[in-house]
T-cell receptor
Framework: GENVEQHPSTLSVQEGDSAVIKCTYS??????FPWYKQELGKRPQLIID?????GEKKDQRIAVTLNKTAKHFSLHITETQPEDSAVYFC?????????????FGSGTRLSIRP | DGGITQSPKYLFRKEGQNVTLSCEQN?????MYWYRQDPGQGLRLIYY???????QKGDIAEGYSVSREKKESFPLTVTSAQKNPTAFYLC?????????????FGSGTQLSVL
């Protein structure tokens, strides 16, 4: 992908509420949309990903939705817990060539209020 | 993800000096990436390589150089031409060629200017 915009840059939610982070991409050839979580002082870790042939994917409290027509995808975290506090990055990728790469958004710092 | 190792953890560069950051993986991954992370910002792509002896420039390649002589190694040199090198540098790898697979990150190198 060529450009990924991520919003909001910071998000604070009450414990138990839901959090939503949104990203838009520009490259029509993008076909892979992962989300990474980076806790303080640690390396980013993949938490969920979705490919362009799927509209939604869930894994327990985490879900990702993709709207290819609008070129945007979102991360949904339900029943938030203190351990969800971290920086979340969306990314997009275009596969199958030597020039294929993964580009990241600018990140969202999520804080969970007790 | 102990299969990808970055060294050193902290590195200091003097004015006009080139420094090299090491990234080694024993995961037999084809693709390797270098990202730069500045405080409060996302992961910006410096260089990437989908196959041995081939690499591509990312969005912020100026002032950096890489080599990919071996599958398991992808060192990054920060040259004196990079005027603002202070940042956290993350190396990553993925199993297949193409920007559509899970990235495994190293633990990072913090580079500072003396």
């Amino acid at each position: 992908g060529e450009n990924v915009e991520q919003h909001p840059s910071t998000l604070s939610v009450q414990e138990g509420d839901s959090a939503v982070i949104k990203c838009t991409y520009s490259d029509s050839a993008s076909n892979y949309f992962p989300w990474y979580k980076q806790e303080l002082g640690k390396r980013p870790q993949l938490i969920i990903d979705i490919r362009s042939n799927v509209g939604e994917k869930k894994d327990q409290r985490i879900a990702v939705t993709l709207n290819k027509t609008a070129k945007h995808f979102s991360l949904h975290i339900t029943e938030t817990q203190p351990e969800d506090s971290a920086v979340y990055f969306c990314a997009d990728g275009t596969g199958y060539s030597s020039a294929s790469k993964i580009i990241f958004g600018s990140g969202t710092r999520l804080s969970i209020r007790p | 993800d102990g299969g990808i190792t970055q060294s050193p953890k902290y590195l200091f560069r003097k004015e006009g000096q080139n420094v090299t950051l090491s990234c080694e993986q024993n995961l037999n991954h084809d693709a390797m990436y270098w990202y730069r992370q500045d405080p409060g910002q996302g992961l910006r792509l410096i260089y990437y390589s989908q196959i041995v002896n081939d690499f591509q420039k990312g969005d912020i390649a100026e002032g950096y150089s890489v080599s990919r002589e071996k599958k398991e190694s992808f060192p990054l040199t920060v040259t004196s031409a990079q005027k603002n090198p202070t940042a956290f540098y993350l190396c990553a790898s993925s199993l297949g060629r193409g920007g559509n697979e899970k990235l495994f990150f190293g633990s990072g190198t913090q580079l500072s200017v003396l």
